[in-house]
Nanobody, 123 residues
Framework: QVQLVESGGGSVQAGGSLRLSCAASGRTFSIYNIGWFRQAPGKEREFVTSINKIGGRTFYVDSVKGRFTISSDNAKNTVYLQMNSLKPEDTAVYYC????????????????WGQGTQVTVSS
């Protein structure tokens, strides 16, 4: 089993920045891929970005390219999501998830999920 804990959410004004963290514990050696998803009120959960633990390849949804950066500190079993130039439409609960394959964008491909952290961007 893998346990994931997100942190770093909060409220910012448009144009601001936040850095989310996803700390993994348990069978971390089995983690191949970590993804970030988000769910806004009344909307379906959507893929945001993912990183492959071996090789570090990253994938982003078009709406965050150039603004968000995913990175991994394997020694700390932690994945970060640096979010810059935030927009009100980025407001959502952000979840990290472990599993999937390289570049997986479907939530059903991920096995383990964190509890989520709220990000609110005001205009």
């Amino acid at each position: 089993q893998v346990q994931l804990v997100e942190s770093g959410g909060g409220s910012v004004q448009a144009g601001g920045s936040l850095r989310l963290s996803c700390a993994a514990s348990g069978r971390t050696f089995s983690i191949y891929n970590i993804g970030w998803f988000r769910q806004a009120p009344g909307k379906e959960r959507e893929f945001v970005t993912s990183i492959n633990k071996i090789g570090g390849r990253t994938f982003y949804v078009d709406s965050v390219k150039g603004r968000f950066t995913i990175s991994s500190d394997n020694a700390k079993n932690t994945v970060y999501l640096q979010m810059n130039s935030l927009k009100p439409e980025d407001t959502a609960v952000y979840y990290c998830a472990a599993g999937g394959r390289l570049g997986s964008r479907s939530d059903y491909e991920y096995d383990s999920w964190g509890q989520g952290t709220q990000v609110t961007v005001s205009s």
